[in-house]
């Protein structure tokens, strides 16, 4: 089938691609440690009238490689034509299917990342030209903040980039507690405490599946003496996500410990199925980013009733206006939505926030990375979180323009660091030799 190219609006004159390596904290996590770099890529369209627009997806030397493969069928196009550009790129790449996201806490699927990176980069273009913030594109701002909570790591002591597991003794505040260690209950408290005073999080989230169950239940109950019902305020909304490496067994065991604490349990056992099993026998309701992870995937979703929330990402859903899809669905179905995240810099943040503030119904603060990082891509400088929550930026298109010199530093960073895809058991067998990923491990 030939696609028409249709040329009424602002075309594509240039598709650049930068890898980026952004310096990150040894975070400790089911699939093993955090590299001292975490890996980006920033896609720049560039129209033949020199309007850019912008997005960033996570770093992938396969998944770079793949859309400078199809750079060619985007130059020349329309960037109000997106329908027609992902079709192009469907034909160009064939479909994906959902066991391509792989048994790691992220999704390895290269298509949805292209998709994302490109729609968003025309959504910013397109917001430029008809003068209006990208949540204006997908039907209105519903809210002018958005919240976050805070998102909690076990970690080995560093500060990650040069430093690795050294750190700057100058540092005060969150800089010095993110380089601290925090590999016990009272270390996550802390962390909690200093992540909290900074960004004025009002909900709080640990990444589990590091330690034995008992020992990650501990962790919460010490959150919950420390955030609980007699703080200012009342109590913090808490949640645990073990990226599915529990069994059933022991899902419903530390399950039914955590149900009188927890907000929802994210992805406590691997797969639809298990999900299900698990969410019968829980009161908590159960959140995903690892079980219903594609559109393919809500079919089986709603007929096996595999989770309350659906932990959305319009990285890996195929863009914005893919996730705005996903919003009904989950509003047909009864699901809840909210995001999930990985480490990212301003414009994964910018764009996270223009989805949240046009989604109808946004009952749970977004995961996100962004405290971990210290580097930023984008002019003025890094966002800034209010009682935990992110102002919609109001300027035309995303809002933030990409700084160029800060960019050449991260790439060059990316050239110097060797890495070239996210391989978290690598970096742990550096430290604990022999450490083998488990797809269960409890
Ligand atoms: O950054 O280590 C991490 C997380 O484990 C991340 O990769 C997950 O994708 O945040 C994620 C999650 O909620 O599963
Ligand atoms: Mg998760």
């Known amino acids: 089938m030939t696609l028409p190219n249709t040329r009424t609006g602002p075309c594509i004159r240039e598709v650049r691609i930068t890898p980026i390596a952004i310096v990150d904290p040894p975070l400790l996590n089911a699939a093993g ?27 992938n030397v396969a998944t770079n490689d793949a859309l400078a493969s199809a750079t060619h069928l985007l ?63 997908l039907g209105g701002k519903l809210r002018d903040q958005v919240p976050f909570s805070a998102y909690l790591f076990y970690k080995y002591e560093g500060a990650g980039g040069e430093l690795g597991f050294g750190s700057d003794p100058a540092a005060q505040g969150w800089s010095a507690a993110r380089q601290a260690a925090a590999l016990d209950p009272a270390g996550i408290v802390a962390q909690a405490q200093a992540m909290c005073a900074e960004f004025g999080f009002q909900s709080i989230k640990l990444k589990g599946g590091v330690f034995d169950p008992s020992d990650e239940v501990a962790a919460m109950f010490a959150l919950r003496d420390a955030f609980g019902p007699d703080r200012p305020g009342g109590a913090l909304p808490l949640r645990i996500d073990p990226n599915a490496l529990w069994t059933v067994e022991t899902a419903i065991r530390y399950g039914r410990q955590l149900e009188p604490i ?60 893919a996730s705005m899809t996903l919003a009904g669905i989950c509003d047909t179905f009864g699901r809840g939505l909210s995001m999930h995240s990985n ?77 070239t895809e996210r391989n978290d058991e690598i970096e742990m067998q550096k430290v604990n030799p022999g450490w083998q990923f488990q797809a269960t491990r409890w």
């Open 343 to 419: 480490s990212h810099l301003g414009i994964s943040l910018a764009a996270m926030v223009h989805l949240g503030a046009a989604l109808p119904n946004l009952t749970y603060a977004l995961d996100t990375h962004y405290p971990w990082q210290s580097d930023e891509v984008i002019k003025g400088g890094r966002f800034r979180f209010d009682d935990g929550a992110v102002a919609v930026p109001t300027e035309p298109g995303l809002g933030v323009e990409l700084d160029h010199e800060a960019l050449a530093r991260l790439h060059q960073n990316y050239l110097t660091c060797g890495l």
């Open 75 to 137: 130059t020349g196009r329309d960037v109000f034509q997106q329908n027609t550009i992902r079709q192009v790129l469907t034909e160009h790449f064939g479909t994906e299917n959902a066991a391509q996201r792989g048994l790691t806490p992220w999704d390895q699927r290269k298509l949805v990342h292209i998709f994302s990176a490109v729609e968003v980069a025309c959504l910013d273009i397109v917001g430029k030209v008809t003068n209006r913030p990208v949540v204006d594109l």
């Open 33 to 59: 440690l955090h590299a001292p770099y975490a890996l980006r890529t920033i896609v720049e369209l560039v129209t033949e009238d020199g309007i850019s627009g912008i997005s960033e997806i996570p770093g």
């Open 262 to 321: 927890l907000e929802y349990l994210e992805d406590p056992v691997r797969g639809q199925a298990n999900m299900a099993t698990v969410r019968k026998a829980l009161k908590t309701p159960l959140a995903t980013n690892m079980c219903t992870t594609s559109f393919d995937d809500i079919p089986a979703s709603i007929a096996l009733g595999s989770e309350d929330i659906i932990l959305s990402d319009h990285h890996f859903w195929g863009g914005l206006r």
